[in-house]
């Protein structure tokens, strides 16, 4: 907003500026609605948690594993177990192929 003198005989025209339209949404369907996550992911990700709370519950209840461990170590190792098993799991598993995406075996020799 512009503030004139009232001494000053002058028209100031003030544009304010267009509302911003709203980002555009766009939906799309899935074509396969109930279909399993990629299996590379499953397979880290599910290992990971699994070896993380096996060896969470080793190093907490297990007397030889909860007395016989520095307590730094015993604080890292549920992680560290899990993100190691995790990704050896994932780079495991088999990629999962999409439709129309050429297998391994099928491109022409150049």
């Not at 590379?40 to 016989?68: E, N, R």
Request: no cysteine.
């Amino acid at each position: 907003m512009t503030i004139v003198p009232e001494d000053t005989a002058a028209v100031v025209a003030v544009e304010t500026p267009p509302e911003p339209k709203p980002p555009a949404v766009v939906v799309v369907k899935a074509k396969r609605a109930h279909a399993p996550v990629e299996l590379k992911v499953f397979a880290g990700a599910g290992s990971a948690a699994v070896t993380g709370v096996i060896t969470w519950v080793l190093v907490t209840f297990v007397t030889p594993w909860h007395h016989g461990l520095p307590p730094a170590l015993a604080t890292f190792l549920p992680a560290a177990v899990a993100v190691l098993l995790g990704a050896i799991a994932a780079y495991a598993a088999p990629h999962t192929a999409r439709p129309g995406e050429p297998t391994a075996g099928s491109h022409a020799a150049a």
